[in-house]
Nanobody
Framework: QVQLVQSGGGLVQPGGSLRLSCAASGSLFRLYAMGWYRQAPGKQRELVAT???????NYAEFVKGRFTISRDNAKNLVYLQMNSLKPEDTAVYYC????????WGQGTQVTVSS
């Protein structure tokens, strides 16, 4: 089973940028389509972006043009580059397979505030 560890969150001002990383264990990682999700306080977890094993990407409308998902299969890493951050992007961010079928990690907190 693939294990996931997210990192890279923090406090950033509106308009700022962060890059999140997701480190995955296991040799099967490269076969999974992966996604970044987020959960804000009092809200349900939502899908932010996905990337196929071959690198095809899809984004939720609310992050299109601002966020970029990428992966490095050789290093078992998935990234989420977040630019032009808004206060409503504040949430705990998680990575998982695109169907959410892997074990959820601890997530990484992103707070956008002045």
């Amino acid at each position: 089973q693939v294990q996931l560890v997210q990192s890279g969150g923090g406090l950033v001002q509106p308009g700022g940028s962060l890059r999140l990383s997701c480190a995955a264990s296991g040799s099967l990682f490269r076969l999974y389509a992966m996604g970044w999700y987020r959960q804000a306080p009092g809200k349900q977890r939502e899908l932010v972006a996905t990337i196929s094993s071959g690198g095809r990407t899809n984004y939720a409308e609310f992050v299109k043009g601002r966020f970029t998902i990428s992966r490095d299969n050789a290093k078992n890493l998935v990234y989420l580059q977040m630019n032009s951050l808004k206060p409503e992007d504040t949430a705990v961010y998680y990575c998982n397979s695109d169907d959410g079928g892997l074990n959820w990690g601890q997530g990484t907190q992103v707070t956008v505030s002045s």
